[in-house]
């Protein structure tokens, strides 16, 4: 068992399709919970994503509700990753059942999601003027902290 990727609300189809090729290259389970500010079978989500798709462990939820029903039959912490959060990411004793949870590009995760959080992580910035990353790029910081300290870099 591996922590998860779990985008609620993602809008940017290329965002969507790195973050697919970053659970592809590391085995991550990749959940998109809707509404999506795309189709999945979107070209540009499809391009960002090379030939990788085959490989993505994906699962689909309609909306939070489905999501959180799902979450509850397995279990595990959630970790919402926002630029408000009181634990920078690499403070964080990572286990192998956590969901690392990020919002849209645009709003982040909705209140609602994070006051269920487990722990809410940020990504420190030196520049006050940067509000945020990428987000596939927070994806991958995150992701790949927690593979370190659970020791499944290859």
């Known amino acids: ?60 939820h309609a909306d939070w509700p489905a999501f959180a029903e799902f979450h509850r039959s397995i279990g595990g912490r959630l970790i919402g990753f926002s630029s408000g959060g009181s634990t920078s990411y690499h403070h964080i004793a990572y286990a192998p059942t956590d969901w690392l949870l990020f919002g ?21 910035m030196n520049c006050a003027g940067v509000r945020s990353l990428n987000l596939s790029s927070s994806t991958a910081i995150g992701l790949f902290e927690a593979r370190r300290q659970l020791g499944l870099l290859g």
Request: some cysteine; hydrophobic content about 40%.
């Open 1 to 60: 068992m591996q922590p998860q990727i779990v985008l609620v609300n993602p809008q940017i189809p290329p965002n969507t399709g790195n973050i697919a090729r970053t659970c592809a290259a590391t085995g991550t389970e990749l959940h998109l919970v809707g509404p999506l500010g795309f189709e999945i079978t979107d070209r540009y989500l499809k391009r960002a994503g090379l030939d990788y798709w085959p490989f993505v462990k994906l699962r689909y």
């Open 104 to 124: 849209s590009e645009t709003e982040g995760l909705p209140t609602s999601v994070l006051e269920i959080c487990d722990l809410i992580a940020r990504i420190p």
